[in-house]
């Protein structure tokens, strides 16, 4: 019987798909386990080779964890929103929705053709408005939220204003706007509505603030630092500036160090949880006052290092920074100026790299030193981010090395306070050590009391105090994007107000242009219905815009992060229109049990979920603060690129071989013109563009060679493997297998399509272990000792490997399993039933198949795991090498428990041995049981 691997693995996907077989349930006595990938954006080119590499490993984990009898949740969906599809939208006009439901339905075959056990009745889309509806009423709960830093949690914003009309704000401690003023409970009453609003706005956790920003005026649209590679947009290399726009913020920062300290209770890689450290950025040090001269304006500085200010020889502060602008001189104003022109084109994580170039302007101002009164000149550097900290410096060029960089550029003094000390970090790591010496404020103090007595002294003169600063900013929230979220927001007299969340979803409007408008608003400023009629409850036309019963719609839509925030929880229970998650179903399945994904999203996704899960938390809407146990980032499986080498100048290219000391410029070829041998098919090539039609070619021994190189499996490089054609030649099984056998999963691995035929040749192996031209041959026959020790051995190690993610050595395994078995021309159900179950979770379809063979009319999906047990793998004999005078000439197997006597006795008396001896007497007979016997003689 053939092994027809088209014909099965479309059978069994059509039963998985007919029978809900991996439909998970909210109500089950069975252990939960929780597994998700991070869901794919569905792009017009479909899946590669490389993209299924941690779904499949997820998918092992998955149904190794149902053989283990637990009720497993393994959801999938799409990240549906997002700017790909609405750049394709302005170029072709055709709307979003569209072009995302066609790449939808590409990936939906693609992955169950792979034969993925996803529960597809949970699927979300965070561009479903059935989805998006509670995505808006997490942002209606964020914003009638304030953090209270007394009970370290978010409360309702109710709470606050009940606080400001009995005693006012000047006993609140919360996270809010800088410079917020203080005021009565007489106060607060005497406000207007407005004023009120105001207020509020600078405490809730979601707010409105002019903000820098990462402006792309070719994309219309603001860009987060992870959308913009080496100055330029990720999509389409546009230019990026810094601009200030009013923003819909998000305060993170609030939830700082719980977001630190939550990583030491999660299970996560430790790469990536110091990633998400060092962005958190947490610094302890003091906040330093400066008083501008002839200025009621003061700088505020953070600095961890307090005890070196009397080295402050100068200040820098950001070029965006507030006060520049203020207190710039006259004379200095036009460098300054042209200054600040230059720098907002470069963006913030391209100044933050930049070490060597050092560029700067002088504002013409002076600040006094808190301590000596001395004058400090003022500048203004872009190494300097108005985001972090204050967005000011006091730098101390005998202690700092950008700032003595600076100083040194810009002849700036430079005092030698600090000569001949160690004032370095790994100084500082020892708090004994007497670190300062040229002060008579400090001299001889160590490190930790010099710090002391300066926040002392500065909070004495009114000029600062002790302070823990973190790194971590206040995320944007608001993008200038059609294809996003709509925000359910309105505004009245210019201030925003929230819609009930029972008249929610506000969907996206219909509009004829998907740019900005003409006057520089975001596309939904193109929509002609879109304002808010609060007497209906409804969108209306915008002609209806009275301005008391009918307002204007917030124009901004959300960013790509909004909606993949929380789809982790939606999961749980995705069809409720009622609720987020109904709290049973969030009860029962709680968190992510183990989530696998790409350590790309860092400090990007997997932060910002961290955060609404926490908040989320504090509102009691979900039962756990931390949203996934487990994370593990898998590799990436890389591209081997082709190149043809054009000779420069020149419409000739010449043969891999032939280029040695040639001037030549190697090309992508698409590698599906390229055979195993490295052959180059040259008509395909030449048909491939106009520019290579009459193209010549140089060959060596008559065949074009290309050259070849791994890199990142992309389609600009043309050295994409469709997953399709894979599936196509050697069937899904063959895929799972292969892309799991390539190497450890965290690891970055090559593709190599000649590879693949190993693995489908063990796949017919194992086939014909059930099969052969007869039919199927699998009997009850009573298996033999080898047969069980190559059976339990295989369930030991696949066990442990799976539980430890080493899904390539199980492929290993297997094989090793496979070769034994045919070897010991074993046909016992005893041994090959189990065998299944264990291959089951890798190659599920010829699983499915051989176990129905066997007579199974359920899925071998729910089938227990096969049980270890160790006496099969206890060794009764032992193959004895038999050596003469050192050099082993013949084997004997012989029982482990013989005396050292008996075994002297057997093999002497072996006829190998005499033949050997030849009637000689052996001097000396070894000895060693279990290992070796030699004959000396």
Same mark, same amino acid.
């Given at each position: 019987?053939?092994? $027809?691997?088209?014909?099965?693995?479309?059978?069994?996907?059509?039963?998985w798909?007919?029978?809900?077989?991996?439909?998970?349930?909210n109500?089950?006595?069975?252990? &939960?386990?929780?597994?998700?990938?991070?869901?794919?954006?569905?792009?017009?080119?479909?899946?590669?080779?490389?993209h299924?590499? +941690?779904?499949?490993?997820?998918?092992?984990?998955?149904?190794y964890?149902?053989?283990q009898?637990?009720?497993?949740?393994?959801?999938?969906?799409?990240?549906?929103?997002?700017?790909?599809?609405?750049?394709?939208?302005?170029?072709?006009?055709?709307?979003?929705?569209? =072009?995302?439901?066609?790449?939808?339905?590409?990936?939906?075959?693609?992955l169950?053709?792979?034969?993925?056990?996803?529960?597809?009745?949970?699927?979300?889309?965070?561009?479903?408005?059935?989805?998006?509806?509670?995505?808006?009423?997490i942002?209606?709960?964020?914003?009638?939220?304030?953090?209270?830093?007394?009970?370290?949690?978010?409360?309702?914003?109710? !709470?606050?204003?009940?606080?400001?009309?009995?005693?006012? %704000?000047? &006993?609140?401690?919360?996270?809010?706007?800088?410079?917020?003023?203080?005021?009565?409970?007489?106060?607060?009453?005497?406000?207007?509505?407005?004023?009120?609003?105001?207020?509020?706005?600078?405490?809730?956790?979601?707010?409105?603030?002019?903000?820098?920003?990462?402006?792309?005026?070719?994309?219309?649209?603001?860009?987060?630092?992870?959308?913009?590679?080496?100055?330029?947009? *990720?999509?389409? +290399?546009?230019p990026?500036?810094?601009?200030?726009?009013?923003?819909?913020?998000?305060r993170?920062?609030?939830?700082a /160090?719980?977001?630190?300290?939550?990583?030491?209770?999660?299970?996560?890689? $430790?790469?990536?949880?110091?990633?998400?450290?060092?962005?958190?950025?947490?610094?302890?040090?003091?906040?330093?006052?400066?008083?501008?001269?002839?200025?009621?304006?003061?700088?505020?500085?953070?600095?961890?290092?307090?005890?070196?200010?009397?080295? @402050?020889?100068?200040?820098?502060?950001?070029?965006?920074? /507030?006060?520049?602008?203020?207190?710039?001189?006259?004379?200095?104003?036009?460098?300054?100026?042209?200054?600040?022109?230059?720098?907002?084109?470069?963006?913030?994580? !391209?100044?933050?790299?930049?070490?060597?170039?050092?560029?700067?302007?002088?504002?013409?101002?002076?600040?006094?030193?808190p301590?000596?009164?001395?004058?400090? #000149?003022?500048?203004?550097?872009?190494?300097?981010?108005?985001?972090?900290?204050?967005?000011?410096?006091?730098?101390?060029?005998?202690g700092?090395?950008?700032?003595? $960089?600076?100083?040194?550029?810009?002849?700036?003094?430079?005092?030698n306070?600090?000569?001949?000390?160690?004032?370095?970090?790994?100084?500082?790591?020892?708090?004994?050590?007497?670190?300062?010496?040229?002060?008579?404020?400090?001299?001889?103090?160590n490190?930790?009391?010099?710090?002391?007595? @300066?926040?002392?002294?500065?909070?004495?003169?009114?000029?600062? !105090?002790?302070?823990?600063?973190?790194?971590?900013?206040?995320?944007?929230?608001?993008?200038?994007?059609?294809?996003?979220?709509?925000?359910?927001?309105?505004?009245?007299?210019?201030?925003?107000?929230?819609?009930?969340?029972?008249?929610?979803?506000?969907?996206? #409007?219909?509009?004829?242009?998907?740019?900005?408008?003409?006057t520089? *608003?975001?596309?939904?400023?193109?929509?002609?219905?879109?304002?808010?009629?609060?007497?209906?409850?409804?969108?209306?036309?915008?002609?209806?815009?009275?301005?008391?019963?009918?307002?204007?719609?917030?124009?901004?839509?959300?960013?790509?992060?909004?909606?993949?925030?929380?789809?982790?929880?939606?999961?749980?229970?995705?069809?409720?229109n009622?609720?987020?998650?109904?709290?049973?179903?969030l009860n029962?399945?709680?968190?992510?049990?183990?989530?696998?994904?790409?350590?790309?999203?860092?400090?990007?996704?997997?932060?910002?979920?961290?955060?609404?899960?926490?908040?989320?938390?504090?509102?009691?809407?979900?039962?756990?603060?931390?949203?996934?146990?487990?994370?593990?980032?898998?590799?990436?499986?890389?591209?081997?690129?082709?190149?043809?080498?054009?000779?420069?100048?020149?419409?000739?290219?010449?043969?891999?071989?032939?280029i040695?000391?040639?001037?030549?410029?190697?090309?992508?070829? $698409?590698?599906?013109?390229?055979?195993?041998?490295?052959?180059?098919?040259?008509?395909?090539?030449?048909?491939?563009? !106009?520019?290579? &039609?009459?193209?010549?070619?140089?060959?060596e021994?008559?065949?074009?060679?290309?050259?070849?190189?791994?890199?990142?499996?992309?389609?600009?490089?043309?050295?994409?493997?469709?997953?399709?054609?894979?599936? *196509?030649?050697y069937?899904?099984?063959?895929?799972?297998?292969?892309?799991?056998?390539?190497?450890?999963?965290?690891?970055?691995?090559?593709?190599?399509?000649?590879?693949? =035929?190993?693995?489908?040749?063990?796949?017919?192996?194992?086939?014909?272990?059930?099969?052969?031209?007869?039919?199927?041959?699998?009997?009850?026959?009573?298996?033999?000792?080898?047969?069980l020790?190559?059976?339990?051995?295989?369930?030991?190690?696949?066990?442990?490997?799976?539980? %430890?993610?080493?899904?390539?050595?199980?492929?290993?395994?297997f094989?090793?399993?496979?070769n034994?078995?045919?070897?010991?021309?074993?046909?016992?159900?005893?041994?090959?039933?189990?065998?299944? @179950?264990?291959?089951?979770?890798?190659?599920?379809?010829?699983a499915?198949?051989?176990?129905?063979?066997?007579?199974?009319?359920?899925?071998?999906?729910?089938?227990?795991?096969?049980?270890?047990?160790?006496?099969?793998?206890?060794?009764?004999?032992?193959?004895?090498?038999?050596?003469?005078?050192?050099?082993?000439?013949?084997?004997? /197997?012989l029982?482990?428990?013989?005396?050292?006597?008996?075994?002297?006795?057997?093999v002497?008396?072996?006829?190998?041995?005499?033949?050997?001896?030849?009637?000689? =007497?052996?001097?000396?007979?070894?000895?060693?049981?279990?290992?070796?016997?030699?004959?000396?003689?």
């Amino acid at each position: 019987m053939k092994y $027809d691997f088209n014909q099965i693995e479309k059978k069994w996907q059509e039963y998985w798909a007919k029978n809900e077989t991996f439909k998970a349930e909210n109500h089950s006595d069975k252990p &939960k386990y929780y597994v998700l990938d991070m869901f794919p954006y569905p792009s017009g080119a479909g899946l590669h080779v490389g993209h299924p590499l +941690g779904y499949i490993a997820s998918d092992i984990y998955a149904r190794y964890k149902r053989h283990q009898g637990f009720n497993v949740l393994h959801p999938q969906g799409y990240d549906s929103f997002g700017l790909p599809a609405e750049q394709y939208a302005i170029q072709t006009g055709q709307h979003p929705a569209i =072009t995302t439901e066609t790449n939808i339905a590409t990936y939906r075959r693609q992955l169950d053709q792979i034969g993925f056990s996803f529960d597809w009745s949970r699927e979300v889309r965070t561009s479903d408005p059935n989805y998006y509806k509670w995505t808006q009423w997490i942002f209606i709960q964020l914003f009638n939220s304030w953090y209270n830093v007394d009970a370290d949690k978010a409360q309702d914003i109710s !709470e606050l204003i009940k606080i400001f009309e009995t005693e006012g %704000n000047a &006993k609140v401690n919360a996270v809010c706007d800088d410079g917020v003023e203080t005021f009565t409970a007489e106060d607060w009453k005497a406000f207007s509505s407005k004023e009120q609003q105001e207020i509020l706005l600078q405490y809730r956790l979601t707010y409105l603030a002019e903000t820098e920003v990462n402006w792309c005026p070719a994309l219309g649209t603001v860009l987060a630092n992870d959308e913009i590679v080496n100055g330029v947009s *990720e999509r389409g +290399g546009h230019p990026v500036v810094r601009k200030k726009m009013t923003q819909w913020s998000m305060r993170i920062s609030a939830y700082a /160090e719980r977001l630190l300290q939550g990583l030491n209770t999660i299970d996560w890689t $430790d790469s990536l949880k110091e990633s998400q450290r060092n962005w958190i950025g947490k610094s302890v040090g003091a906040e330093v006052q400066f008083r501008i001269q002839n200025s009621e304006f003061r700088i505020s500085v953070f600095t961890t290092r307090p005890d070196t200010i009397f080295g @402050v020889s100068f200040m820098t502060l950001a070029p965006e920074h /507030e006060l520049v602008s203020q207190i710039t001189t006259a004379e200095q104003k036009a460098e300054v100026e042209a200054y600040i022109e230059a720098t907002a084109k470069r963006s913030e994580r !391209e100044r933050m790299a930049d070490v060597k170039t050092i560029t700067g302007a002088f504002t013409g101002a002076y600040a006094e030193h808190p301590f000596t009164k001395e004058p400090i #000149p003022i500048w203004i550097g872009d190494y300097v981010l108005a985001g972090y900290g204050t967005g000011a410096v006091m730098s101390v060029p005998c202690g700092d090395q950008r700032d003595y $960089d600076f100083a040194k550029h810009f002849n700036i003094e430079i005092p030698n306070i600090f000569e001949g000390v160690d004032i370095s970090k790994e100084a500082f790591a020892d708090k004994d050590k007497t670190v300062i010496a040229n002060s008579d404020f400090l001299n001889g103090l160590n490190y930790k009391e010099a710090t002391k007595k @300066v926040i002392s002294e500065l909070e004495n003169l009114g000029c600062g !105090e002790g302070k823990t600063n973190y790194r971590l900013r206040d995320a944007v929230f608001s993008r200038q994007r059609y294809w996003g979220e709509p925000f359910p927001v309105y505004y009245v007299d210019g201030m925003p107000q929230m819609i009930d969340a029972a008249h929610l979803p506000i969907q996206l #409007p219909e509009v004829e242009k998907y740019l900005p408008t003409e006057t520089g *608003e975001p596309p939904l400023g193109n929509a002609s219905v879109w304002a808010w009629n609060t007497e209906t409850n409804k969108v209306v036309s915008n002609d209806l815009i009275d301005h008391k019963t009918v307002f204007p719609l917030e124009l901004n839509t959300m960013p790509g992060w909004a909606g993949s925030s929380w789809y982790f929880n939606r999961y749980m229970d995705a069809n409720n229109n009622e609720a987020f998650a109904s709290q049973e179903a969030l009860n029962y399945w709680k968190d992510v049990d183990l989530y696998i994904g790409g350590s790309e999203h860092a400090t990007g996704h997997l932060l910002y979920a961290r955060f609404w899960q926490k908040f989320l938390f504090d509102k009691g809407v979900v039962p756990v603060d931390e949203f996934a146990k487990k994370l593990i980032n898998q590799g990436m499986i890389l591209g081997t690129s082709a190149f043809v080498y054009r000779v420069e100048g020149e419409n000739k290219f010449l043969s891999k071989g032939l280029i040695e000391g040639k001037n030549v410029q190697p090309i992508h070829a $698409d590698v599906s013109f390229v055979n195993a041998s490295d052959e180059l098919d040259i008509e395909a090539f030449k048909n491939w563009r !106009e520019e290579f &039609k009459d193209a010549e070619f140089v060959l060596e021994d008559g065949i074009y060679k290309v050259g070849r190189e791994v890199e990142k499996m992309s389609k600009s490089k043309y050295n994409v493997v469709n997953p399709d054609s894979i599936c *196509e030649d050697y069937g899904a099984d063959s895929l799972r297998l292969y892309e799991m056998f390539l190497g450890p999963l965290e690891q970055y691995k090559p593709w190599n399509t000649a590879g693949i =035929t190993g693995v489908h040749g063990f796949l017919k192996k194992l086939w014909k272990l059930y099969n052969d031209d007869n039919g199927f041959k699998v009997t009850d026959s009573e298996p033999s000792a080898d047969s069980l020790k190559t059976l339990h051995k295989t369930i030991k190690k696949v066990q442990e490997d799976i539980e %430890n993610f080493s899904f390539n050595t199980s492929v290993s395994t297997f094989m090793i399993a496979v070769n034994e078995l045919t070897a010991q021309k074993c046909t016992s159900k005893t041994i090959l039933e189990p065998l299944l @179950v264990l291959i089951s979770p890798y190659a599920p379809h010829i699983a499915e198949e051989l176990w129905s063979q066997l007579g199974h009319n359920a899925s071998i999906s729910r089938a227990a795991f096969p049980k270890f047990d160790e006496r099969h793998l206890v060794e009764s004999s032992k193959n004895y090498p038999i050596s003469f005078n050192g050099k082993m000439r013949f084997t004997l /197997e012989l029982p482990l428990d013989m005396s050292k006597e008996d075994i002297e006795k057997t093999v002497l008396a072996n006829e190998k041995t005499q033949e050997q001896l030849q009637g000689r =007497t052996p001097k000396k007979v070894i000895v060693v049981p279990g290992k070796i016997v030699n004959i000396v003689g």
